[in-house]
């Protein structure tokens, strides 16, 4: 067991919270920093490990200076979880709330866990989940500064900032009243109902700062505001995921049939529709969504979750055989990222997720916004009333629970689908903006653009923090 401070090259540990939406783009951002010299260390529990190996012994093929290693520590037990379930969306449907709540139990136990790691293997840096805000305590007390990855956007970011500091949570949070969030760059109108109900984070605003996967070009006002007005010091350095986009490997490990499904069919015909890794309806509005995408005409590659047998939610009357060779329904998980660079792929409807709306964007492609939770419904106003590249099918309502949700109709979705994929100027229009962002997405993570740059910048600041720090005698360590 090692106490020595590394010298030499930074060394970092990352800890993200146990669900794919903040794990993989926290392996992307290791990866990044791993290869600019960083000996980068990720943290997790047991059932997590297959998620993150994999990637790892990929990244480790091409990393030259320091592998990527793996670090586990147990996830409680008696949490009255099922056996296994470390993972967010690993959570059974059913009953989902309280396990959930029971989920965020077990994970504020991981405290003693993370402290005895921190201790071993003393990093230079930690860059914690927003959702681990007792790791800045952990970290200060052995002078370990802690950067935050929230895994949104600085979009998202200001937002939250904005519905905090005016209390707007305040009053009656289930009313479907509109009501301009106060103090943005733009004007941003949203229903009380679909604002999230998350908390403004002390920790935050004593950590080091905030790492964000996100580009500036995507969005410059906010990148500043949260900078300027809201006042925390903030790096940009995504989009993330495009770290593999050259990785053959990656790609051969998770060749899918559905890969050379798309191969058949034309040029930016295709819609794909998925709603994350914890996004599942009920049946009667699978149904809806069936008969949308069968009305709209145009190929489809639809990732279905759900609980009960296909018996509930098919339409009846021969939708399977209607849709034959039309329309490809994939039930588990999909290779997204590879999917939506599909050339055949030329539009996406999605819960607005913020990695999917980042994939989306690299991918160059417009979309359709149909938020369910989390701050998803900021994302939507992003990409709908700012960017300009989606059309939203209109849900009124922040949700977790499906059965509580009102049923989109099919023909919302149609139109929705046509405003994207038709052939009208909006459509056109929207398409040619999400191509632009697409290329502006993938110069910034090149050589010299905005998001290198601003990697550089924070490795810069870090490695001669580091040595001032080193440069001053240590206190022993109890
Ligand atoms: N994802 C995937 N296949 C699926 C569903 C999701 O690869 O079938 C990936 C997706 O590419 C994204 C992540 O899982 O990187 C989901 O993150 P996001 O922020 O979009 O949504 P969340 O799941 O956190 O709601």
Redesign the pocket.
Known sequence: MSSERHSGSLSMLFFPLM????I??TLDMAKHFAMRGVKATILTTPANAPLVQPFLARANRSLAAYPMCLRLIPFPSDTGLPEGCEN??SIPFRDRTTLVFKFFNAVSRLREQFDWVLRELLPDYVVTDGYFPWTYDAAAELGIPRLVFH?VSFFSLCLNDSVHRNRLLESHPADAEALVIPGLPHRIEMLRSQLPRSESEEADSKSYGVVVNSFYELEPDYARHYREVVGRRAWHIGPV?LCNRDDDADKSARGYDCLRWLDGKSAGSVLYV??????DFRAAQLRELALGLEACGHPFVW?A?SEGGDDEWVPKGGFEERVEGRGLV?R??????LI?NHPSVGGFV??????????GVSAGLPLVTWP?F?E?FYNERLIVDVLGIGVSVGVKEYSVKPEERGVVEAETIRKAADEVMGSGDGAQEKRRRARELGEMARRAVEKGGSSYKDMSNLIEELTEKKNAVQAQPQPPLV
């Not at 998925?274 to 996004?279: A, E, L, N, P, T």
């Not at 588990?332 to 990222?337: M, R």
């Open positions: 669900a794919p939406g903040h993989l783009p967010l969306s895994g995921a998925c709603f994350g890794s914890m996004g990732v979750r994939i588990g998980w999909a290779p997204q990222i939506l999605t819960h607005c997720g913020w990695n999917s709306i980042l994939e369910l989390a998803q």
